[in-house]
């Protein structure tokens, strides 16, 4: 939500004003900010504009005024004993108190999904609310955390560590100072929805001694029109990663208390959405990362609008309309929605297999370029620092022809190594060659720049001992794709790991990438496409 939409709110704009919120504002001793700057601001910027609020403020400073008028605004309200706090402000009270029992009776059916034996230690995942008496609603990318399709079923993932299943729970308590709990079973991953569709799963939860009752929130017919009232509820995390430059407006919204459960009221800003981001509505909620699977709940009538699963800070939220929802539930519980198998099929590349070994380099190729970011602290990468190796040495650039593979010919620049790194690259070609005559190809990406030394954005290719390797799909393309597309082999990946770990030129130190259902990779933030494989001197 950005700070022009609460100056075009004048309701809340002259309360704002009349009241002594500045005044009495506990947040404003912990931003030095003076009371009566802060309204000379705001009557400033709704008389000249903006950019003249700012000017002889500061960013910083209007940064810090903007966001005690977001949390007047928008807020983030706590949740204590299964009732939210009372807003300071009379424009949301008058509008959430006539509904308060509505709303707590949804506040009981929404969870916190919690997971256990996840190896990067993530032990809270996301949102989620009932749907059915015993079906859980969230996202997608929460339900691929600990979760995966294998056949024609979903099951659970491993540690890649220790092997144990990830177990998976949803607490429907996780309240301000609440020490109980109230957890329930995750047995089965129902849905997930491909990537090529909306950001939604089902889980099925059993509620083992429950009285229901939490009772599971009805679904509204449709998403109503621009403005309306909505409230977000659901565990927002602290999310500095995706909002590094907004502390201060961060910390006047949550107060520094985060992972439990808040109502988040605001309204829906458009009813049809991003046409890029596929069948969703936008609205201005207080979001973090741990809403995503939140409900969007009309709280005049206690029915699900939407769910929540993802935003741009200071701009707009994302939600699934209640229409997806209903149609995927309904197809689930009748049977009609099909688990499609992934099946491994023949992939011909080459025209002539006996004789065509060379692959076609020079047609440009789909490519993003994926940092491949490292804290070189970490103790458990400590042997992953850099390498003692003389730049000067890296002088050897990898063939844009050759056996079994192809490169991303526009990063040429970024394919050079040592003389034994290509060489090593060359014989997995061949290797892999020599066991699909017919394809797929092995897609080679960043090496190091011809000198060695930094090759910005990434942290590492700095030696000529590191190599990008694409994932491999079940369909053949020279293009991108991530562990978690339908179109991703996991075989022919594992296929690959053992081809790169037993070719004979140079042993392999570590492979990097984040399916933790492959054999001898460590998981690390920024490989959901690639292998980085960094081979020994």
Known sequence: MSIESVLNNQELTEELLDSDYFENSQRLPKTHIDPATAKNYLQTSIKEGLAKAQEGLGRLRAIQIEAIINYAERPALKIQNGDFETPRLAYWKTRLEP??????????SVGR????????????????????????????????????????????????????????????????????????????????????????????VTRVGDTKSRSFIPLATKVDTRNSDIAVIGYPAWDGNRNPLEPAKMFELFGDIYNVKRLQPGKVM????????????????????????????????????????????????????????????????????????????????????????????????????????YHWDDESLESFSLEATPFPAVNTQLPISGTGYYSYSQFREKQFGLPETI???????????????????????????????????HQSH?????????????????????????????????????????????????????DNNLKGVKPWPGHDDHLHVRFSK
């Open 270 to 373: 458009s009813a049809t959405g991003s046409r890029d981001r596929g069948p969703n509505f936008t609205h201005d909620c207080s979001t973090l990362g741990g809403n995503s699977g939140s409900i969007v709940l009309d709280f005049e009538t206690g029915k699900a609008v939407g769910l929540h699963y993802g935003g741009e800070f200071e701009r707009e939220n994302y939600a699934i309309p209640v229409t997806i929802i209903e149609q995927r539930l309904n197809d689930l519980l009748s049977g009609k929605l099909k688990i499609s198998s992934i099946s491994e099929t023949p992939v011909i590349i080459f025209s002539s297999p006996i004789d065509l070994e060379t692959v076609d380099n020079e047609t440009p190729i789909e490519f993003e370029d994926t940092p491949c970011l």
């Open 99 to 108: 509904h308060r029992s509505i709303i707590r009776q949804a506040i009981a």
């Open 423 to 457: 060489k090593a690259i060359e014989e997995i070609g061949k290797m892999w060659f020599q066991n699909h005559r017919t394809g797929p190809v092995i897609g080679i990406g960043n090496i190091s720049k011809n000198g060695g030394g930094p090759v910005p954005p």
């Open 113 to 204: 999904i919690e997971l256990k034996n996840h190896e990067r230690a993530i032990n809270f995942a996301g949102t989620g609310w009932l749907v059915t008496d015993d079906v859980i609603v969230t996202n997608r990318h929460i339900a691929q955390l600990f979760a995966f399709q294998e056949g024609g079923k979903f099951v659970f993932r491993r540690n890649d560590g220790t092997q144990k299943l990830i177990k998976v729970k949803i607490d429907f308590l996780e309240e301000y100072l609440e020490d109980n709990e109230e957890e329930f079973n995750i047995d089965r991953v129902l849905y997930i929805e491909p990537d090529s569709g909306s950001d939604i799963a089902f889980l099925k």
């Open 462 to 514: 700095q030696t000529g001992l590191d190599v990008d390797f694409r994932l491999l799909r079940t369909d053949g393309a020279r293009i991108g794709i991530t562990f978690r597309d339908p179109n991703y082999s996991l075989a022919r990946t594992q296929d690959l790991i053992n081809t790169i770990l037993n070719n004979s030129v140079q042993s392999v130190k570590l492979i990097l990438c984040n």
